[in-house]
């Protein structure tokens, strides 16, 4: 059966629900599932924080990677949320399981999350 668009959402859905339960058990029982904000986007993960700054996460269920798209969104809403970095987790398949999927994140991001500073200014 193909994927539809309601398929597709709620398929997200889930994936983001996982992602934010597995680390409000295993980093911060304040870390939860954002809800959608329109145009001012702040990414699907809201109460990570790192070295006293946010974190942006977004998460992708996908059989296609689209790395370049998923960046660019991502530091969007890096910047809707004035965080120190932005990381996308996406989904690996094959494996169902939160702990076993894919994060991505610029070199920038990187540096951000070691340093606890925003260095490369754009």
Same mark, same amino acid.
């Given at each position: $059966?193909?994927?539809?668009?309601?398929?597709? &959402?709620?398929?997200?859905?889930?994936?983001?629900?996982?992602?934010?339960?597995?680390?409000?058990? !295993?980093?911060?029982?304040?870390?939860?599932?954002?809800? &959608?904000?329109?145009?001012?986007?702040?990414?699907?993960?809201?109460?990570?924080? !790192?070295?006293?700054?946010?974190?942006?996460?977004?998460?992708?269920?996908?059989? &296609?990677? $689209?790395?370049?798209?998923?960046?660019?969104?991502?530091?969007?809403?890096?910047?809707?949320?004035?965080?120190?970095?932005?990381?996308?987790?996406?989904?690996? !398949?094959? &494996?169902?399981?939160?702990?076993?999927?894919?994060?991505? $994140?610029? $070199?920038?991001?990187?540096?951000?999350?070691?340093?606890?500073?925003?260095? !490369?200014?754009?």
């Amino acid at each position: $059966m193909a994927r539809t668009r309601a398929s597709a &959402k709620q398929a997200g859905t889930r994936f983001e629900t996982s992602i934010a339960g597995y680390l409000n058990e !295993h980093v911060d029982d304040r870390i939860e599932r954002r809800a &959608k904000t329109g145009a001012k986007d702040r990414g699907d993960i809201g109460g990570v924080r !790192h070295m006293g700054g946010r974190l942006v996460i977004e998460c992708k269920n996908t059989a &296609k990677t $689209m790395l370049g798209t998923w960046a660019a969104e991502t530091e969007t809403e890096r910047g809707n949320d004035d965080a120190l970095a932005g990381v996308i987790v996406h989904k690996r !398949h094959g &494996k169902g399981q939160p702990e076993d999927q894919w994060v991505t $994140m610029t $070199m920038a991001d990187l540096v951000a999350l070691l340093t606890g500073a925003r260095t !490369h200014v754009r």
